[in-house]
């Protein structure tokens, strides 16, 4: 089965750290960029990071840049959101979803991705 499956959600902190995975079976993420989105209660759908089939292409929502780190682990088959000092803004779903739109900037849309994954809560409380 073709898909995409997001782990390493939880409850922490503030200031805590999470690290969320995405893994792939069926297929390589090798060839796809991969987009992490999260949506909180009441809120559209935000682009949080994504990355290209080459690690110098990364790119972060403002509110996360410094915080969050995105990485490619090709052996693994699998992408890495490393998540530090997170705040309470940062509680909602996350999501991964491969693309193999691999030019321009990172898709929005929903239509723009083959693959998506069913989603990891992150919430951060204390």
């Known amino acids: 089965q073709l898909q995409v499956v997001e782990s390493g959600g939880g409850k922490v902190q503030p200031g805590g750290s999470l690290r969320l995975s995405c893994a792939a079976t069926?297929?390589?993420?090798?060839?796809?960029?991969i987009t992490w989105f999260r949506q909180a209660p009441g809120n559209e759908r935000e682009l949080v990071s994504c990355?290209?089939?080459?690690?110098?292409?990364?790119n972060y929502t403002e509110s996360v840049k410094g915080r969050f780190t995105v990485s490619r682990d090709n052996a693994k088959n699998e992408i890495i959101l490393q998540m530090n000092n997170l705040k309470p803004e940062d509680t909602a779903v996350y999501y991964c979803?491969?693309?193999?739109?691999?030019?321009?900037?990172?898709?929005?849309?929903?239509?723009?991705?083959?693959?998506w994954g069913q989603g990891t809560q992150v919430t951060v409380s204390s």
């Open positions: 979803a491969a693309t193999r739109s691999l030019r321009g900037a990172c898709p929005s849309a929903r239509d723009q991705y083959a693959y």
């Open positions: 069926g297929f390589s993420l090798a060839f796809y960029r």
């Open positions: 990355i290209g089939i080459s690690e110098a292409f990364v």
